[in-house]
Nanobody, 124 residues
Framework: HVQLVESGGGLVQAGGSLRLSCAAS????????MGWFRQAPGKEREFAAA????????YYADSVKGRFTISRDNAKNTVYLQMNSLKPEDTAIYYC?????????????????WGQGTQVTVSS
């Protein structure tokens, strides 16, 4: 089992930036990939970005490509989501998730462990 704790959410004006962090603990040696997902009120949870645990491969949803950057710090077992040029439609609860088997999917149900989420609100 892997425990995940997100931080870094908050309120920001459109065009601003935030950096989310996700600290992993527990059986981190079993992690294959990490993903960031988001869920807006009344909507389904959707994929935002993912990274292989090695950091070699990254993937982004079209809606965030060019604005968000996912990265990881091996020494700290932490994954980051740098969010620039934020838009009101980026408002959501952001969750990080760990996948413990091979592959880097974009479907939420294929991830094994989840954090509690952090709220991001972008005002217009």
């Amino acid at each position: 089992h892997v425990q995940l704790v997100e931080s870094g959410g908050g309120l920001v004006q459109a065009g601003g930036s935030l950096r989310l962090s996700c600290a992993a603990s527990g059986r981190t040696f079993s992690i294959s990939a990490m993903g960031w997902f988001r869920q807006a009120p009344g909507k389904e949870r959707e994929f935002a970005a993912a990274i292989s645990w090695s950091g070699e491969n990254t993937y982004y949803a079209d809606s965030v490509k060019g604005r968000f950057t996912i990265s990881r710090d091996n020494a700290k077992n932490t994954v980051y989501l740098q969010m620039n040029s934020l838009k009101p439609e980026d408002t959501a609860i952001y969750y990080c998730a760990a996948r413990l088997t091979a592959g880097i999917p974009v479907i939420p149900r294929l991830y094994d462990n989840w954090g509690q989420g952090t709220q991001v609100t972008v005002s217009s």
